[in-house]
């Protein structure tokens, strides 16, 4: 169960802000199957720690360094 609010569910306009894209990056990354979410009838929910994650991942896999 989720206790805190760093916990909850986040949805599409909430992570996009604190990821620093687009909504419609992120929608259309989800909707690809590149980001895990939620479907919800009301939009998606993500959970930021393992977007954060998958994110870094991909970085390191197609060689894009923080910073540069």
């Known amino acids: 169960m989720l206790n805190t609010p760093s916990e909850r ?3 599409l ?3 996009a802000r604190l990821l ?3 909504v419609t990056w992120l929608r ?3 909707e690809r199957g590149a980001l895990p979410h939620v ?3 009301r939009g998606m929910l993500f ?3 393992t977007v954060e994650r998958l994110l870094i ?3 390191k896999r197609e060689g894009v360094a ?3």
């Open 9 to 11: 569910p986040l949805k």
């Open 13 to 15: 306009a909430e992570m």
């Open 20 to 22: 620093g894209v687009s």
């Open 28 to 30: 259309a990354e989800a």
């Open 39 to 41: 479907k919800t009838d």
């Open 47 to 49: 959970d930021r720690a």
């Open 57 to 59: 991942e991909r970085a």
């Open 66 to 68: 923080r910073g540069k």
